[in-house]
């Protein structure tokens, strides 16, 4: 088993590697995100995802990514930890960063059998589900865990600690 930090890989590191799998007979599945303060939304998110195959890969986005996404007073967490903590889980196989507010280059050049994202997406608004479904692959969507968000964290911590 590796550890954490043997699972951040680049792109082309990703892709290297991947050969090896695909030749095995492997299930490639793939989702993406911010992953901002890993809470248990995420956590059973990840796990039904990696159920969906033999191995998922992560596209994270990086700092600058998330910033273009959610606006300048985020990410809370620095990709280098984000990274790590996702490496961590024993549901991901890889991790990978992207720098771009979409994951598109990363999927079509991972060309995943599965591209996961959560129900709170419609199909048709996936990116990357065509070059997927084009490719031979299908799309999973993944019920939304109402128990967890970053943002709901967020607003609770400022919450009970304003004033202090």
Request: glycine share 8%; aromatic share 4%; charged share 25%.
């Amino acid at each position: 088993m590796m550890n954490a930090s043997e699972k951040i890989v680049t792109l082309e590191d990703l892709v290297a590697r991947l050969e090896k799998v695909r030749e095995s007979g492997q299930t490639v599945v793939f989702t993406n995100g911010c992953f901002d303060l890993l809470h248990v939304g995420h956590v059973r998110y990840l796990a039904a995802a990696r159920s969906q195959g033999d191995l998922l890969i992560v596209g994270l986005n990086s700092d600058a990514s998330v910033r273009l996404i959610k606006g300048p007073k985020r990410p809370i967490v620095r990709q280098k930890h984000r990274a790590e903590v996702l490496a961590s889980l024993m549901c991901v196989d890889y991790v990978v960063l992207f720098e771009e507010p979409d994951p598109l280059r990363l999927i079509q050049t991972v060309k995943p059998d599965v591209l996961v994202k959560g129900e709170d997406w419609a199909e048709d608004a996936i990116i990357g589900a065509e070059d997927v479904k084009s490719g031979g692959g299908k799309i999973v969507r993944i019920a939304f865990v109402e128990e967890g968000s970053t943002t709901g964290i967020i607003q609770t911590i400022v919450r009970l600690h304003q004033g202090d």
